[in-house]
Nanobody, 116 residues
Framework: QVHLVESGGGEVQPGGSLRLSCAAS????????MGWYRQVPGKQRELIAT???????DYADSAKGRFAISADNAKTTVYLQMNSLKASDTAVYYC??????????WGQGTRVTVSS
């Protein structure tokens, strides 16, 4: 079993920054991908950024140039640095981990609100 705990969400003004963290524990040997998704009520969950075991990163167009994903050397914690936040970034952000080819795990989510 894998346990993911997110932190760092909150409320920030447009143009501000937040850093999300997600700590993974449990049977985490063989993590292939770590990432972040977000979801707005009534919409599908949206991929924001991923990093794989080779430190290759991918971003949604909406995140490019503003967000940065990183992981610690042990690949047990993944971060999402979010800069130049917009109202449209308001969502619940979910940490995601894939172990091997098909074991997918999600955190419980952390809410980010961008509002003046």
């Amino acid at each position: 079993q894998v346990h993911l705990v997110e932190s760092g969400g909150g409320e920030v003004q447009p143009g501000g920054s937040l850093r999300l963290s997600c700590a993974a524990s449990g049977s985490i040997s063989g993590i292939a991908v770590m990432g972040w998704y977000r979801q707005v009520p009534g919409k599908q969950r949206e991929l924001i950024a991923t990093t794989n075991s080779g430190a290759k990163t991918d971003y949604a167009d909406s995140a490019k140039g503003r967000f940065a994903i990183s992981a610690d050397n042990a690949k047990t914690t993944v971060y999402l640095q979010m800069n130049s936040l917009k109202a449209s970034d308001t969502a619940v952000y979910y940490c995601y981990v894939r172990i091997g080819h098909d074991q997918n795990y999600w955190g419980q989510g952390t809410r980010v609100t961008v509002s003046s």
